[in-house]
């Protein structure tokens, strides 16, 4: 039983990491865009129309704003354990460290998850963005290659998503800088895009539509907090990049919560001109944000909104399949996947064979598989991650070993704990649904821990 709950050496972590070790190329500004471009993704152009029209009414801009704080608790939580243990891993690492091999495995398990899930269902989504934007071309692309298998339907795979995901697969094993590169320009495009809404919609703003500002009560702005949540998510992501960062206890937590002011400023804002354009009660549509420029009768800026819809998601996608391959590298260079996992190209210095194992099954997924059952399965990984390195900063202060300096949570231990509370409500109201389906996925990966990872585990030596 002692074996199940053994820890990994902070000052071993930090000077060997088994041999491995990933080149450091990041800034600051590189780990901002890289958080923005995981966090605005879908949820900026579908959730503040269908959660507004259905939960919060012109109140969702307290939804988001609710939604911000309990990601900002985490974001600190994060922020302290990335600064003072830079190396890749996230929570699973962190897990490692505080709480043992067991836990550990179950945390990068359901992660591993997280990542998966999300990048296929994003990739699906911009599939179908791609085909709406090909088809305002007259471009048309067959349905039956647009859509998982169901030839009872008419499709058979969803071409579209599938090349995509391997596209960004090939462009992550030729190194995180030059994936950074191409990261920052589609950034860049899709805020100046986000940033164009804002400044034209406010002229066309009518402040009755505010009305009733609160429609649904308050109980309905705590109900789309929760939704909206999940449109926060990736900010988490900026962690695994930690081994990889220049100066890392500074930079860290700048990449981590300036990343999320900048999406809560972004969020808010469209979401205050988009129920100010549009009456909340007609915004229940896949597209909210062009549908409202198609309102005040500006179709060609409706366009450009849709292409950077486009452009948007292919950054999620980016730093969603980055964040699963360096947290297989961190789980395999600790003995509990297999080692092929963790070999390195000799030119790029990119763990390229499992970034292309992870790429292929997500494109696998995203290909073949209706993933809208599933999607909550995404938001119970990443919570269960929030709750452990939440509840890890208590013990982390504890720790002697852990080096000096870096970020740390302000009000300790109060911020933790709020933290720590305010995940673990929100695990619960995720369906009955989510709870069996992510309970099979865990037996699974506790089957292959006992099998395997146990057996292997570099702590063995």
């Known amino acids: 039983m002692s074996n199940l709950f053994r820890k990994k050496n902070i000052n071993e ?25 995981a966090i605005v993704g879908t949820g900026i152009f579908i959730l503040p129309g269908t959660v507004a029209a259905s939960h919060s009414g012109p109140a969702i801009v307290f ?8 990601c900002a608790l ?6 302290e354990f990335s600064s003072a243990i830079p190396v890749t891993g996230s929570a699973y690492t962190y897990g490692y460290i505080i709480f043992g091999e067991l836990l550990a495995w179950f945390v990068g398990w359901a992660l591993i998850l997280e990542y998966g899930l999300a990048s296929a269902s994003v990739a699906t989504g911009w599939s179908a963005y791609l085909v709406s934007l090909l088809e305002g071309l007259k471009i048309k692309i067959p349905s039956s290659l647009t859509g998982p298998f169901n030839p009872a339907e008419g499709t058979f795979i969803n071409l579209p998503a599938v090349l995509i995901v391997l596209i960004i697969s090939f462009l992550l094993t030729r190194g995180l800088q030059e994936s950074a590169k191409i990261n920052r320009i589609m950034v860049f495009v899709k805020v100046g895009v986000i940033l164009l809404f804002i400044l034209v919609g406010v002229f066309y703003v009518k402040p009755e539509n505010w009305q009733p500002f609160m429609p649904f009560g308050f109980e309905g702005v705590l109900a789309g907090g929760a ?6 998510l990736g900010f988490d992501a900026v962690s695994s990049a930690a081994e990889e960062v220049k100066n890392p206890q500074r930079n860290l937590p700048i990449g981590i919560i300036g990343s999320l002011l900048i999406c809560s400023f972004l969020y808010i804002s ?8 549009v009456p909340y009660t007609e915004l229940n549509v896949s597209n909210p944000v062009s549908y409202a420029l198609q309102i005040v009768e500006h179709d060609w800026i409706s366009g450009v909104i849709s292409l950077g819809a486009v452009t948007g998601m292919m950054t999620v996608i980016l730093v969603m399949l980055y964040g699963g391959s360096r947290l297989i590298f961190a789980i395999a260079r600790d003995g509990l996947l297999p080692q092929v996992l963790t070999k390195l190209n000799p030119k790029h210095k990119t763990p390229d064979v499992n970034t292309w194992i992870f790429g292929i099954a997500v494109a696998f997924c ?6 809208n059952t ?42 933790p704990i709020l933290s720590f509370l305010a995940c673990l409500f929100l695990i619960l109201q995720l369906s009955i649904h989510t709870w ?10 506790l089957i292959f821990y006992f099998v395997y990872g146990r057996k292997h585990s570099k702590l063995n030596n």
């Open 13 to 37: 972590l930090l000077s060997k990491n088994n041999g491995v070790r990933l080149k450091q190329t990041l800034g600051a500004f590189d780990l901002i865009l890289l958080g923005v471009g």
């Open 63 to 70: 939804s988001f704003l609710i939604a911000a704080i309990v």
């Open 74 to 79: 985490a974001a600190m939580c994060y922020s």
């Open 227 to 232: 939704l909206v949540f999940f449109a926060y």
């Open 270 to 277: 469209v979401s205050l001109v988009l129920t100010g354009i």
């Open 366 to 371: 995203a290909g073949f598989i209706p993933l």
């Open 374 to 415: 599933l999607a909550e399965l995404v938001n119970m990984g990443t919570l269960i991650a929030f709750t452990i390195v939440s509840l890890g900063v208590i013990f982390l202060r504890r720790n002697k070993s852990i080096p000096k300096g870096g970020f740390k949570v302000p009000l300790f231990p109060l911020l």
């Open 436 to 445: 069996i389906a992510c309970g099979i996925w865990f037996v699974v990966g």
